[in-house]
């Protein structure tokens, strides 16, 4: 042990001294081309300087994109692929998205799954969070375990529920693991997403991988705030005489609101932007063409707006798509708004 130590003293001591003999070369570089005033630069310019390439980036793959879709938005007869338009309207293209019933039950389905799956995933994943760390035996191999979603394929997570959810009507005897653990329990086999399903259904499968496939990151990021609160506090409260509920309630609750504020907004966010979950699980047009009452539409707002990047080259289709795009942006920034002004009141820093 001692030798490694003296090794790794040798390496850090060896790498300081390149570092500073490069800094050296460096400075003497720049005397020597009477650039040494960049070394004396204030440090708000520096940081500046630090901050542009970012800014850049963000400017070409963020900022360029919403405000060119902004744009296209107020553009009549559009086609992208020669980049020409035969007029212009004010409201025209958001109004023909907002009366169109296929956005309407978009809204709908995207709604659905905001309001059932972030409460159920934020609770559950806190829950979690809380019992791993009061294991302490084999915490590393929970936390590996329950991360591994997050690092998957959302198309390959979803191609495994559709076939843990299999099964239809015609064919009952071909059963799903999900089918067959109700079997197991004497239960009637349910048809979630085959052919005879219900739109419930097909949306309680949607629910289950919104949830399931989002506890990971939230997991971790709880994790890490509760092992970061100070143990006195609980210490403190055990002699006050608190229990177990009354001091995650009063103490750890309170101390990791930043992380459960932010893992809201971001859920809701991620969960409005629900696609690639719609097209493994159902199929790529995202609608059941032989469900329990006819066809059901499941698609998400995300889902309408591709359907017309799809249809791009025929005129107007892409003014539509953003003027969709758009609408989400700003349901998006509302709840956003929102959730920051709860946030001042509820969250404690």
Avoid: C
């Amino acid at each position: 042990m001692s030798t490694f130590k003296l090794a790794l003293k040798d390496f850090i001591w060896k790498f300081r001294s390149r570092t500073h003999h490069m800094m050296v070369i460096i400075n003497d570089w720049m005397d020597k081309h009477h650039l040494s005033f960049i070394s004396h630069m204030p440090h708000w310019f520096k940081f500046i300087l630090f901050v542009i390439p970012a800014f850049i980036l963000l400017g070409i793959f963020t900022f360029y994109p919403i405000f060119n879709s902004f744009i296209i938005s107020f553009y009549t007869g559009y086609n992208i692929q020669t980049n020409e338009f035969s007029g212009y309207t004010l409201a025209g293209n958001y109004l023909t998205v907002l009366r169109h019933a296929n956005f309407k039950q978009a809204v709908f389905n995207t709604g659905i799954i905001v309001i059932v799956s972030v409460p159920i995933a934020v609770i559950l994943s806190l829950l979690i969070a809380v019992a791993m760390n009061a294991i302490k035996p084999l915490k590393s191999f929970y936390q590996t375990i329950f991360f591994l979603p997050y690092v998957t394929n959302s198309i390959a997570i979803g191609l495994v529920f559709a076939y843990m959810f299999k099964g239809n009507s015609n064919d009952l005897t071909n059963l799903g693991l999900a089918n067959q653990i109700i079997s197991w329990f004497g239960g009637q086999p349910i048809v979630w997403v085959g052919v005879g399903a219900t739109f419930w259904s097909a949306m309680s499968v949607i629910l289950i991988y919104s949830v399931w496939n989002g506890l990971a990151f939230k997991i971790i990021v709880f994790l890490a705030g509760i092992q970061g609160i100070d143990k006195q506090y609980y210490q403190a409260a055990q002699i006050d005489g608190a229990g177990r509920y009354t001091s995650f309630k009063r103490i750890t609750v309170p101390l990791i609101s930043p992380m459960i504020f932010y893992i809201l907004i971001t859920s809701v966010i991620g969960s409005f932007k629900t696609y690639s979950s719609v097209v493994a699980i159902i199929n790529r047009e995202g609608m059941i063409t032989t469900g329990a009452t006819g066809t059901i539409n499941l698609k998400t707002i995300v889902f309408y707006i591709y359907d017309y990047i799809g249809l791009a080259a025929l005129d107007g289709m892409m003014s539509l798509a953003s003027a969709a795009a758009i609408i989400l942006f700003l349901i998006i920034l509302g709840f956003t708004v929102i959730q920051l002004q709860v946030g001042k009141r509820r969250v404690h820093y």
